[in-house]
């Protein structure tokens, strides 16, 4: 990727404050899944725990929905795919529970 369109994507990120989604998304799934941080969230999404990246993905949803509805008053709606079987880098996501016992 040139530096020109980099620049461009990190400019139009600040604009729209993807860090603070990004930062609510990381807050908001450390709540639901008994995290005490966000570092700890991190480190359940690189072991794959699935549960983890479910609630970020929704977190993150809200708060893009959110934009999207004050940036266009015809937004409606949002919606977020869910894949019927959802694959961790290693496979098939690992239950919760599986997860941190592998992590203990």
Known sequence: MSTEITEKIALISDDVGMASMMEYALDFSAQKTGYKNQEQVLEALRGGDCSVCEYLRYGLAQKIAEYLG???QTVKAVYV?????ATAWTGQCPTRAASRRASA
């Open 70 to 72: 004050s940036a266009d």
């Open 81 to 85: 795919y869910e894949p019927e079987y």
